[in-house]
C-alpha cells in the first residue's frame, strides 16, 4: 500500500523557517516525481513545488520560488520542503503528493498533510 | 484569484447528474491534454479522480467522467450519490514557466 506521511509542521514566527519531510513506503521512491500542494485556511488548492526523480530538476510556484527549496533523499524514501523567509500568507496545510508517470498533473497519491502556521 | 475558474458550490439530488465547469486559457486548459480533477472531503486529502482530461484512476466509480472543450474542461457526475458530496477541483499543466494551476473548487451538495 502506497503511503506518504508529512511531519515537521508547526508554528514559527515570521520570517523564520521550517523544514518538512515526507516519508514514502510501498512504492519504489526513485522512479515518481514528488510535488508539494499546500491548502490555506478554507481555501483551495495551491502547487508550491515539484522535484524529478533523481532530484537533479526542480520547480517551483511564483510564490515561493527564492524562499523553499525541495529536495529529496531516494536512500531515505523520503522528500523534504524547506521554507526560509515565511510570511503570514504560507499558513496552509502542505500536502505531499506522488506524480502519475509522464503526467504533470495527475497526483495519484497524498499524504494527510502537515499544518504550517506562521503567526507572532 | 485562482488561475482556473469554477463555480462555487453546485448541487443536485440522488440519481441525477450534475457537471461541474472549469476554465482557462490557452495558456492553460486550451493548450494541454494534461487536465486533472480531484475530489477532497471535509478533513481529508484530495483524492484523484479524473487524469489526462478523461481517463479515470482504477477504482474510480465510471459514473465520474471529464472532457474537455477549448479553453473549458468539466467533470460529470452520473447517478449521484451521498457519497459524491465534497468539494472538486480542477487542475492543468500550464506550461514551462507557471506549471501547474488549480481552481478554486467547487463545493457540490446532494440534496
Known amino acids: 500500500e502506497v503511503q506518504l506521511v508529512e511531519s515537521g509542521g508547526g508554528l514559527v514566527q515570521p520570517g523564520g523557517s521550517l523544514r518538512l519531510s515526507c516519508a514514502a513506503s510501498g512504492f519504489t521512491f526513485s522512479n515518481y516525481w514528488m510535488h508539494w500542494v499546500r491548502q490555506g485556511p478554507g481555501k483551495g488548492l495551491v502547487w508550491v513545488s515539484r522535484?524529478?526523480?533523481?532530484?537533479?530538476?526542480?520547480n517551483y510556484a511564483d510564490s515561493v520560488e527564492g524562499r523553499f527549496t525541495v529536495s529529496r533523499d531516494n536512500a531515505k524514501n523520503t522528500l523534504y520542503l524547506q521554507m526560509n523567509s515565511l510570511r503570514a500568507e504560507d499558513t496552509a496545510v502542505y500536502y505531499c503528493a506522488r506524480g502519475l508517470f509522464g503526467d504533470p498533473v495527475g497526483f495519484d497519491s497524498w499524504g494527510q498533510g502537515a499544518l504550517v502556521t506562521v503567526s507572532s | 484569484q485562482s488561475a482556473l475558474t469554477q463555480p462555487r458550490s453546485v448541487s443536485g439530488s440522488p440519481g441525477q447528474s450534475v457537471t461541474i465547469s472549469c476554465t482557462g486559457t490557452?495558456?492553460?486548459?486550451?493548450?494541454?491534454?494534461?487536465v486533472s480533477w480531484y475530489q477532497q472531503r471535509p478533513g481529508k486529502a484530495p483524492k484523484l479522480m479524473i487524469f489526462?482530461?478523461?481517463k479515470r484512476p482504477s477504482g474510480v466509480p465510471d459514473r465520474f467522467s471529464g472532457s474537455k472543450s477549448g479553453n473549458t474542461a468539466s467533470l460529470t457526475i452520473s447517478g449521484l450519490q451521498a457519497e459524491d458530496e465534497a468539494d472538486y477541483y480542477c487542475c492543468s499543466y500550464a506550461g514551462s514557466s507557471t506549471f501547474v494551476v488549480f481552481g478554486g473548487g467547487t463545493q457540490l451538495t446532494v440534496l
Open positions: 489526462d482530461v478523461y
Open positions: 522535484v524529478k526523480t533523481d532530484g537533479t530538476s526542480t
Open positions: 490557452s495558456s492553460d486548459i486550451g493548450g494541454t491534454k494534461y
